[in-house]
Nanobody
Framework: VQLQASGGGSVQVGGSVRLSCTSSESIMRSNAMGWSRQGPGSQRREVARLTSGGSRVYADPIEGRFTISADNNKNTVYLQINRLKLEDTGVYYC????????WGQGTLVTVSS
């Protein structure tokens, strides 16, 4: 399985970004698809996941700034991030739980003031 992430870039505080992750395999074959972020000098941490049952799980659901979604026809998973903060800066990795966890190459989001 190959996962190709895209959509990162430089964004100002308060702005929005939509990340995409396209899978070489049908995402419907996965148990879950998700996104993790690795900030500067930090460990990689899960941000959001979408289960095969359609449940959306967020690391910080209270804020409500992250939305994970999928287009099964395109085998693509998206992560919309609104009201960006400086601490959202990092490399965002998509992943999928197929026979094992597969990782994409990451896409960099840089938030500046």
């Amino acid at each position: 399985v190959q996962l190709q992430a895209s959509g990162g870039g430089s964004v100002q505080v308060g702005g929005s970004v939509r990340l995409s992750c396209t899978s070489s395999e049908s995402i419907m074959r996965s148990n879950a698809m998700g996104w993790s972020r690795q900030g500067p000098g930090s460990q990689r941490r899960e941000v959001a996941r979408l289960t095969s049952g359609g449940s959306r799980v967020y690391a910080d659901p209270i804020e409500g700034r992250f939305t994970i979604s999928a287009d099964n026809n395109k085998n693509t998973v998206y992560l919309q991030i609104n009201r960006l903060k400086l601490e959202d800066t990092g490399v965002y990795y998509c992943w999928g739980d197929f026979n094992k966890r597969e990782w994409g190459q990451g896409t960099l989001v840089t938030v500046s003031s």
